[in-house]
């Protein structure tokens, strides 16, 4: 059963520039040590921190929740399984909306260009027997 879905669109340019002007602590507010290892890996890391800034938006978004609403963006940890595909892992705020709400399986799908990185995201949770 489809508990939320989330959808976000972001501008790699933005990124990019707040990253230029606040450094490591715009970095170290909103990303996990592994997704900063992760990017920095990349030549031009911009559209892969922004496909990752898009998944935290997205998933407070499938929760029908936004920022200052007890889940922070580092509680939102995206990676790669063996496979490659991105997953998210949760922590703090977010593991205890995930518990809270019964989510089961969380989908997560990637994509950037030049100039956008965008995340599509599912919660999915057992169907409920009345």
């Not at 892969?48 to 998944?55: D, G, M, N």
């Not at 997953?87 to 205890?96: C, F, L, T």
């Not at 089961?104 to 990185?117: D, K, M």
């Amino acid at each position: 059963m489809i508990h939320g879905i989330g959808i976000d669109l972001v501008e790699n340019d933005r990124i990019e520039k707040v990253i230029r002007k606040w450094g490591c602590k715009f970095l170290n507010r909103v990303f996990c040590d592994r997704e900063v290892e992760y990017c920095a890996k990349h030549v031009h890391n911009a559209p892969h921190y922004a496909a990752r800034f898009a998944a935290k938006e997205s998933f407070l978004k499938a929760l029908g929740m936004g920022l200052g609403m007890g889940v922070k963006m580092k509680d939102i940890e995206v990676t790669r399984g063996g496979d490659g595909k991105p997953e998210i892992v949760v922590h703090d705020g977010a593991k205890n909306q995930i518990d809270k709400n019964k989510i089961t399986r969380i989908h997560l799908s990637l994509t950037h260009t030049e100039n956008y990185a965008a995340a599509f995201l599912v919660l999915e949770k057992e169907k409920e027997l009345y």
